[in-house]
C-alpha cells in the first residue's frame, strides 16, 4: 500500500513539472496555418523560441506536426527553416556569455532569480499567432533583463537598511578599515567607538554621521586623515507580484532593483494582463502607475523606479485591445487607455509601410452577436476611439498605375513613361529618345486596355503619325506601343563558305562582302586548296515551278589570287550566298594503312599510288613469317570507307593519330592477340571483308586481291587451334580445334542446343571475317564446314504468337461467319 502512495505521489509530480504553465497561449490546432504568409522574420522567431527550449531543427518540425499541420505545410516549415540557416551561415542561434565578474555582489541566496522566464514548448509558435504588442519585453532572453549592475557606483539616493555592509576606510595619520553590516535595529558597531544608527539614510548623510562620530571620539578627521565610506554587499528585499503576470508571487530581489526587474522575475504580464496600467504600491497607497509602452515605444524609463521591502507591483487585467494588421510596420495587438485614437495605435506601430493604402482602413467590429465590417477614411484617424474587439486592416495598394504608358522596340529609351495631358505618339517617341535607324515606319501598333480589362490592337502607320499632324495618336492609359526594327522582320542575312578554307561555316552578311573578305573570316585558304574556280551559290527567286529543267540556284565562278585579291573589280556577295573552295587538281594528302600480325615488318604503311593493292602492301611489309595463319587473314575496313562516305580532313588527321599511338602501344607491348581479343567484336564484324588471302598470294593483283582505302587495317593472325561456340547452347566456349569435327560436334562439346535454339540458323564467322550459314537440303540441314579460328554462332528461335482462349474463339467465330456467308450465297443462287 505504501508503495502505491508513493508511485502515485511521484506520478503527481511529474505531471506538474512537465504541464505547460500557459498553453492556452499556444496555438493547439495549427492545421489551418500556411507557412507561405508567415514572415522571414516570424519564421526566425520560431526558431529561436525552440533553441531557447533546447529543441533542434527537428524536434521544431515534430512539435508542429503533432499540433496538426499539415504535410504540405511541414515540407514548406522545413525548407524555410532551411534556407534561413543558409542565409545566416550558421546551425543555430547562439547568444554571448555575459561577464560574471562582479565588483559587488549580493549577501543574500536569489531564491527566486531562477524561475526567470525561459523558452518553451507552449512558446514555440506564439509568433504564428498575433502577437500582443511588448509581450516579448519579458518572455526573450536575449533582451536585457533589466537586472541591476552591481558594478556601478552607489546611487547617491540608495537609502540604507539592515542587511547592507559598509565598507569604512580611515587613512592617512590614522589607519582604519571596517565591513560593518547594518544590524536589524538600523545599527551599525564601529570598533572603540560603538553602535551608529545608519537606517533610513543616504550613503552621503551617513557618511557625514560617521566622521562627526570619529571626531567627537577623537579621531582627527581632517588633519592628514581622510575618511571613505561606500557601500559593500548589498541587502535583499521581498517584493510581492501579483495580478496578470505569468508568475505571480513573492520574489527575493537585490535592493537595487527596478520595477522592470521585479516584473521579469515574474515572467511580465500574462496574455490578459495590462502593459499599461500597472500599479506600485507601498505603504498600502499607489506612489506609481506603470506605463510600458512608454519604454516600448519611446525608450523612456521615467517611472521605472527602485523598489523598497515590501513593495507590492499589481498588473490588472486589461480594459480594451484592438489589433492592428496589414501594411504596417509592427503589426500586433495593442492596449488602448481612454481617450487614445485609431492614431495613437499607428504611432505605436511605427507607422505605414510603403506599399500602404492609407486613404482609408477596414475595421472588423463587434456588433452584438456577430461582426461588421466598417471603414475609417483617413481624416478621422485622429478622431476614431477604437472600440472593444476592434480589428483594424491596413491594405497594400493596387499593382496598377494610373498615368502608365510603355513603349517598346526600335526606340532609344524603351520602357514606362509617364502619361501626361495629351501626349501622342510622336511626342512620347520623342521622350523615348527618338526611332533607331532600323525602325520599321510602315506600320506600328498600341495594344490598349478597354474598360472591361478586355485589350484591342490599334496599327498605324508610323511614318504619318510622326509627320503628319492629323495622322498623330492621342495616348490612354496603359497603352502599350510597340515599334518593329528592319532586323525583326527579316531573317538574319548570313553567307556560308565550305569546302577548302580553315574554318568552314556560316558568317553574318555585310554591305559590299567581296569573297576575299568571306574567306578571310574563314581563317584563310587550307593547304593545296585551289585559288580558281571558286563557286558562289545564290538563291533563285523566279524560278518556273512548271518547268523541268527550271533553275534552283545560280551559279558563279569567281577567281582570287594566293593572296586574296580578286581579279577585276571583284565579286560581291548577297545574303544566304554559299561559297565553295576546291582543292588543287591531283592534291592528294597521305593515305595510310595498318598492316598487323605475323608480317615481318607490321604497322603503318601510306599508300603510294591509287590502285595499290593487298599483296603490295604484303611486299612492303616484307611478306609472311612461318607461323602465319593464312586462311584467317582479315582486312577491316571504317563504314564511312565502305559506304563511300568522305570523312574531313580534320577527322582523317584526328584517326590516323589515333591510329598511330595505337600502333605504338601495341608493338612495344608484342600483345597483338589481346588487341584483338579486347575490341568489341561485334563492330568488328561491321567493319570486315572477307578476303581470301591464299588466293591472293598464288594470283596477285586479280580477284580478292583488292584497292586499298584510307584507314585499311589488314590483320594476319597467328596460325589458330580453337573454334568458338556461342549463342544458344548449353555452355557456351572455346574448343580446341580438331580437323575432321563437324559443326554438330563443336555444338555438343559445348553442351548441345539450348531449348530455344534455332537449328536451321545457324551460321559460322570464320577468321577472315567471312560468313557462312546453314542451308536446306530435303529435309536436312546441312552446316558448313568448320576452320581454325572460326566462330559458331545458334541464334535463338523468335517467339511465336501465344494461343489463348480470345484467340481459339476469335478464330472460330471468324470461321463461322464465313461459313454462314457462303451458306447464303449459295441459297441465293439456288
Request: net charge positive; glycine share 8%.
Amino acid at each position: 500500500m505504501n508503495k502505491s502512495i508513493l508511485f502515485l505521489v511521484i506520478f503527481f509530480l511529474v505531471i506538474v513539472k512537465f504541464t505547460p504553465v500557459n498553453a492556452q497561449a499556444v496555438p493547439q490546432n495549427m492545421s489551418t496555418v500556411n507557412v507561405d504568409e508567415l514572415s522571414d522574420a516570424q519564421i526566425r522567431q520560431l526558431m529561436q523560441n525552440a533553441q531557447s527550449s533546447g529543441l533542434s531543427d527537428a524536434q521544431l518540425i515534430q512539435t508542429a506536426q503533432t499540433r496538426g499541420m499539415s504535410s504540405a505545410q511541414i515540407q514548406r516549415l522545413q525548407a524555410r527553416v532551411a534556407d534561413i540557416r543558409s542565409k545566416e551561415g550558421s546551425a543555430g542561434f547562439n547568444g554571448s556569455s555575459p561577464d560574471t565578474a562582479q565588483a559587488r555582489g549580493r549577501n543574500y541566496g536569489a531564491d527566486t532569480i531562477k524561475n526567470a522566464p525561459q523558452g518553451n514548448r507552449e512558446d514555440l509558435f506564439a509568433s504564428i499567432q498575433p502577437r500582443i504588442f511588448g509581450a516579448t519585453l519579458f518572455r526573450n532572453t536575449k533582451v536585457n533583463s533589466f537586472e541591476p549592475n552591481l558594478k556601478l557606483p552607489t546611487p547617491v539616493n540608495y537609502i540604507l537598511g539592515p542587511g547592507d555592509i559598509l565598507n569604512i576606510e580611515v587613512y592617512g595619520n590614522s589607519i582604519a578599515n571596517w565591513k560593518l553590516a547594518v544590524s536589524p535595529e538600523g545599527n551599525i558597531s564601529i570598533p572603540g567607538v560603538g553602535p551608529v544608527n545608519v537606517t533610513g539614510k543616504t550613503i552621503e548623510a551617513t557618511t557625514a554621521l560617521i566622521r562627526r562620530t570619529l571626531i567627537a571620539n577623537r579621531y582627527a578627521i581632517g588633519r592628514g586623515t581622510e575618511l571613505k565610506v561606500t557601500l559593500g554587499d548589498i541587502r535583499s528585499i521581498k517584493v510581492l507580484v501579483q495580478g496578470q503576470v505569468m508568475r505571480p508571487g513573492t520574489y527575493t530581489l537585490s535592493s537595487l532593483s527596478t520595477v522592470f526587474f521585479a516584473l521579469y522575475a515574474a515572467g511580465g504580464p500574462n496574455d490578459i494582463g495590462s502593459f499599461r496600467d500597472i500599479e506600485v504600491i507601498r505603504d498600502n497607497r499607489i506612489i506609481r502607475h506603470l506605463d510600458l509602452y512608454d519604454f516600448l515605444v519611446k525608450g523612456s524609463q521615467k517611472d521605472n523606479i527602485g523598489l523598497k521591502d515590501q513593495d507590492l507591483i499589481r498588473v490588472p487585467s486589461y480594459r480594451l485591445r484592438a489589433e492592428l494588421k496589414g501594411e504596417v510596420k509592427i503589426p500586433a495587438i495593442f492596449e488602448v487607455l481612454p481617450g487614445e485614437t485609431l492614431q495613437t495605435l499607428l504611432d505605436f506601430s511605427g507607422g505605414f509601410t510603403d506599399e500602404a493604402y492609407t486613404a482609408r482602413i477596414k475595421i472588423n467590429q463587434v456588433s452584438d452577436q456577430q461582426r461588421r465590417i466598417t471603414e475609417v477614411l483617413e481624416a478621422d484617424f485622429k478622431s476614431y476611439i477604437p472600440l472593444r474587439g476592434d480589428r483594424f486592416v491596413v491594405e497594400r495598394i493596387l499593382d496598377r498605375f494610373e498615368n502608365r504608358v510603355v513603349i517598346n522596340g526600335a526606340v532609344f529609351r524603351p520602357g514606362q513613361f509617364e502619361l501626361q495631358k495629351g501626349l501622342t505618339v510622336s511626342q512620347l517617341i520623342k521622350n523615348a529618345g527618338g526611332l533607331k535607324e532600323d525602325a520599321f515606319t510602315g506600320r506600328a501598333s498600341i495594344i490598349r486596355l478597354n474598360p472591361d480589362n478586355t485589350t484591342q490592337q490599334i496599327s498605324f502607320n508610323l511614318f504619318d503619325a510622326i509627320n503628319k499632324a492629323g495622322a498623330d495618336i492621342a495616348l490612354q492609359r496603359e497603352d502599350i506601343i510597340t515599334i518593329s526594327s528592319l532586323f525583326d522582320l527579316r531573317d538574319k542575312y548570313r553567307v556560308a563558305i565550305q569546302g577548302e578554307v580553315r574554318n568552314p561555316g556560316d558568317f553574318a552578311y555585310a554591305d559590299s562582302m567581296k569573297v576575299a573578305d568571306l574567306i578571310v573570316l574563314a581563317g584563310g585558304f587550307s593547304e593545296g586548296a585551289s585559288a580558281k574556280r571558286i563557286e558562289v551559290s545564290r538563291r533563285v527567286f523566279d524560278s518556273d515551278p512548271r518547268a523541268i529543267n527550271s533553275k534552283v540556284a545560280q551559279i558563279f565562278t569567281v577567281d582570287v589570287n594566293s593572296r586574296l585579291q580578286e581579279d577585276g573589280m571583284g565579286f560581291t556577295l548577297k545574303p544566304f550566298d554559299i561559297v565553295s573552295i576546291y582543292a588543287l587538281p591531283g592534291y592528294e594528302t597521305q593515305k595510310v594503312v595498318y598492316v598487323e600480325g605475323e608480317v615481318l615488318y607490321p604497322g603503318p604503311f601510306t599508300i603510294q599510288k591509287k590502285n595499290e593493292k593487298i599483296s603490295d602492301i604484303l611486299k612492303r611489309a616484307g611478306g609472311l613469317t612461318s607461323s602465319a595463319d593464312v586462311d584467317g587473314s582479315s582486312l577491316k575496313r571504317d563504314n564511312e570507307a565502305i559506304l563511300g562516305v568522305s570523312k574531313s580532313k580534320a577527322d582523317a588527321n584526328a584517326e590516323r593519330n589515333a591510329r598511330l599511338r595505337q600502333f605504338q602501344r601495341t608493338y612495344s607491348t608484342k600483345d597483338i592477340d589481346s588487341v584483338k581479343t579486347n575490341t568489341d567484336t561485334a563492330q568488328l564484324r561491321n567493319n570486315y571483308i572477307g578476303i581470301n588471302l591464299r588466293k591472293i598470294l598464288k594470283d596477285p593483283g586479280v580477284g580478292d586481291d583488292i584497292i586499298l582505302e584510307n584507314g585499311d587495317v589488314l590483320r594476319i593472325p597467328k596460325q589458330q587451334q580453337i573454334v568458338k561456340v556461342n549463342g544458344e547452347v548449353l555452355y557456351p566456349s572455346a574448343i580446341v580445334y580438331s580437323k575432321g569435327k563437324s559443326f554438330r560436334g563443336y555444338v555438343l562439346n559445348s553442351g548441345g542446343y539450348s531449348a530455344r535454339a534455332l537449328k536451321r540458323g545457324g551460321y559460322i564467322v570464320y577468321a577472315n571475317g567471312s560468313v557462312k550459314a546453314t542451308r536446306k537440303f530435303l529435309f536436312f540441314n546441312v552446316h558448313p564446314s568448320v576452320k581454325p579460328g572460326a566462330e559458331i554462332y545458334v541464334p535463338k528461335k523468335l517467339p511465336s504468337p501465344a494461343t489463348t482462349v480470345q484467340t481459339i474463339l476469335g478464330f472460330t467465330t471468324g470461321l463461322a461467319s464465313l461459313g454462314a456467308i457462303i451458306l447464303g450465297i449459295v441459297s441465293l443462287n439456288k
